[in-house]
């Protein structure tokens, strides 16, 4: 069946839906959790994981080539649970990763601001056995809209409340829970968004290259340089204006690259001062 792809407002429902989704589907929900501790493979540091996670990096880390290991890696971990197939995955970005794969279902669940903040208030009360303060619930939300926002605008350069980066987006408004499920459970076995074994590929070759990725921002010969990375059944192609040479010795050491080839990209030359 297909994968899922979940993003969601603080307070809209998100997790409560993913997992009841899962459950009635027999899939897999795969959270900010499973994906750090996935990431964690790769020798990532745990407090940085969860910030570089959760957040849009700072300035200074939006130049730092560990900053780029630390998020390509997250993103693979991503990619990986992809390629198991039945899975309901939780923001990280899944529904621009995974866009134009015919057999992923990108849904975006959200409400009105001033609705998510009285359902938080209430669950906290709940939570802490007394009433929890309206005003940081209130600053709390608008600052996880933010940063959420920010951090797909940095990564993938889009507008996370774009409707065209997903096929639904539900209103959880009107919809509870058990509504949006029986609606997602209904579309995920409709035959158009079944599994085929061209979707599997395209899957199987982003993971790929995501992994080669990593091993580039890994290497210390290659980390510090900017190079594209793509896959196709096993054929690696890279992109770059340097380092290419050490770069495709790297890629050869990846479990599942069968072949590398490399496209230098020329610097153009800098033009003289024109008084």
Request: hydrophobic share 40%; net charge negative.
């Amino acid at each position: 069946m297909a994968i899922v792809t979940i993003s969601h407002e603080m307070g809209a429902g998100g997790p409560e839906i993913a997992n009841a989704l899962a459950q009635r589907l027999g899939y897999r929900c795969v959270d900010q959790e499973l994906i750090s501790e996935a990431a964690r493979r790769y020798g990532l540091l745990e407090e940085k994981l969860s910030h570089l996670d959760e957040t849009k990096p700072s300035l200074l880390e939006r130049f730092d080539a560990e900053t780029r290991r630390y998020i390509t890696a997250i993103q693979t971990a991503l990619f990986e649970f992809a390629e198991t197939d039945n899975v309901a995955l939780m923001g990280r970005g899944g529904q621009w990763l995974l866009r134009g794969i015919p057999h992923v279902l990108r849904v975006r669940v959200m409400a009105p601001f001033d609705l998510r903040v009285k359902r938080l208030v209430k669950k906290m009360s709940g939570q802490m056995g007394e009433g929890a303060n309206p005003r940081i619930i209130t600053d709390m939300v608008r600052r996880d809209d933010t940063e959420k926002a920010g951090r797909m605008r940095y990564l993938y350069e889009v507008d996370l409340s774009d409707p065209a980066l997903y096929d639904l987006v539900i209103n959880t408004e009107k919809l509870t829970t058990e509504a949006a499920v029986e609606l997602l459970s209904g579309l995920i076995r409709r035959p158009e968004l079944a599994t085929t074994p061209a979707g599997s590929q395209v899957v199987a070759d982003r993971a790929l290259a995501s992994r080669v990725q990593v091993a580039l921002a890994t290497h210390p010969e290659t980390r510090k340089y900017r190079i594209t990375v793509e896959a196709q059944q096993g054929v690696v192609t890279l992109e770059g204006t340097s380092a290419l040479d050490q770069a495709v010795e790297v890629a050869r050491e990846v479990p599942g690259v069968m072949d590398v080839k490399t496209q230098q990209v020329e610097i153009p030359p800098i033009p003289p001062f024109v008084a």
